[in-house]
């Protein structure tokens, strides 16, 4: 008997060997994925660098850039889930994504190209998130597979903002022709052409530097004027715009320019004043009332900061048939904003040329512009002549001239309200009311699930930085 066990267990254990052999190649999914392929993965990225978002940006920063309604200041603070929607999506996801392709293509010659692409719209979208929030992780974000980085140091804005100038600079330098370059259809940006992507680098580079000219004018003028000699967007056609196909899940789910159509946003009577008293004909353009009429002599918003209780039915809202439609097209970066910048720097004093030309063809870039929307995004060339025609800019009376650059500023940023309200942090302008400017955030705060999992480097963060308060100003926003 005891013989007769041995022989089973033999018989047993040799059958199961037997069963082993190829037993990993042969339960290996063909679908499964182990490496991403690159030439995927930068579409993905480029269609998710303003994903879901929205929820921030609409609900909470849209706000506080004073072209949407919000009933009182109060409730702006208070809201903290709606402020880590930016945070918490972009970290986990494009973040993430970003930094895969930076570290797979880092000691590849051969991917030079796709390197200098990443490390660009990694730059950007870091600039994004330390505007809102401050002090935020940048060289060790993304790492966690790569490195278990799993608790990434929050970096000084300061430093922060010198590190994503370099690593622009050092992206431009660092594109060759020669070398294989991302295909035109994954570049749903720029196609593959490499100039594009030299002019944005460049153009971003104006952007961080007149961003943090209060706060390291040295660096910020150095920056702008490299920026420029560089070469920096040429035409409308050098945007930074994304485009999503209609009917699929980035134009109607990820899209946020689509969570107009969701939430029923409102503008406000000082955004639509002002176009109207201005005869500005975006304003046809970017709202409606809720009927669908465009016409400008009927759009009234609510008022700003204050309870208001007029019928929705005839308070302005983002025009679903240009900025608000489902799959309509999200600017990041406007050669028309690349003008007024330039203007900016002239008025500094930064480079030479002349300012009320750069501002005049700034105005006129973003009314000609408005055409990405479709028939409905049409002005005019005689209603953009009467308008510009209109603008008395004189660079002589440097307070007024500063007053309209910023002011336009304001109003093209229309929809790209982290930069809305970035340079109304930065210039203070348009002042509605000094009452409530005084009480409107300066930052947004961090989100909870940080204070959770990541809570040291949070706490190192706010005490070099100041209070996780709303109104603890980032190292940038000086006063």
């Not at 029923?264 to 005869?279: H, P, R, V």
């Not at 440097?398 to 982290?418: G, K, S, V």
Request: glycine share 4%; with cysteine; charged share 20%.
């Amino acid at each position: 008997m005891k013989h007769k066990n041995i022989f089973i267990f033999l018989l047993i254990s040799i059958t199961f060997m037997s069963c082993d052999k190829g037993f990993e190649e042969m339960n290996k999914s063909e679908d499964l994925v182990t490496q991403p392929t690159l030439d995927y993965m930068i579409p993905t990225i480029q269609l998710t660098l303003f994903e879901r978002s929205y929820y921030t940006h609409y609900t909470m920063i849209a706000r506080l850039a004073q072209q949407m309604h919000v009933s009182n200041v109060e409730s702006g603070r208070t809201r903290s889930t709606t402020m880590s929607h930016l945070f918490e999506y972009q970290y986990s996801n494009v973040i993430k994504n970003v930094v895969d392709v930076i570290e797979k293509t880092k000691n590849n010659p051969d991917l030079v190209n796709y390197h200098a692409m990443a490390s660009i719209m990694r730059a950007y979208e870091i600039s994004r998130l330390t505007d809102a929030y401050g002090d935020v992780p940048y060289k060790e974000a993304g790492l966690g597979y790569e490195q278990q980085a799993y608790y990434p140091k929050y970096e000084p804005q300061q430093e922060i903002y010198k590190g994503i100038i370099d690593e622009v600079k050092t992206a431009i330098k660092s594109f060759d022709a020669s070398k294989k370059m991302v295909p035109a259809s994954s570049d749903i940006i720029y196609k593959a052409k490499i100039d594009s992507w030299k002019r944005l680098g460049n153009s971003l580079l104006l952007r961080f530097g007149m961003k943090i000219s209060k706060a390291d004018p040295v660096l910020a003028e150095t920056t702008v004027k490299e920026a420029f000699a560089g070469g920096v967007m040429q035409s409308n056609d050098d945007s930074f715009v994304v485009f999503y196909l209609p009917d699929t899940y980035y134009s109607t789910t990820a899209n946020g320019n689509a969570a107009a159509n969701k939430y029923d946003y409102k503008c406000t009577d000082a955004f639509i004043d002002l176009l109207k008293n201005t005869n500005d004909p975006r304003l046809s353009v970017y709202v409606m009332l809720p009927d669908g009429n465009t016409d400008p002599a009927v759009q009234q918003g609510y008022k700003l900061f204050q309870s208001d209780n007029t019928s929705k039915k005839i308070v302005s809202t983002p025009n679903t048939k240009t900025y608000a439609n489902f799959h309509s097209p999200y600017v990041h970066m406007s050669y028309a904003e690349t003008l007024l910048l330039l203007s900016e720097a002239i008025l500094n004093g930064w480079i030479s040329g002349d300012a009320k030309s750069y501002f005049l063809n700034g105005v006129r870039a973003n009314l000609e512009f408005q055409r990405i929307y479709g028939n409905n995004g049409i002005i005019p060339e005689s209603e953009i002549s009467d308008y510009i025609n209109s603008l008395n800019f004189d660079p002589q009376k440097i307070t007024d001239a500063r007053n309209q650059l910023y002011t336009q500023m304001w109003i093209m940023f229309y929809f790209n309200w982290n930069e809305a309200f970035a340079t109304w942090r930065r210039t203070g302008i348009p002042n509605f009311n000094e009452e409530f400017s005084s009480k409107i955030n300066r930052r947004l705060l961090y989100p909870q699930s940080e204070w959770n999992t990541n809570g040291d480097n949070v706490r190192e963060a706010v005490a070099r930085q100041g209070d996780d308060d709303v109104m603890t100003r980032v190292w940038w926003d000086k006063k």
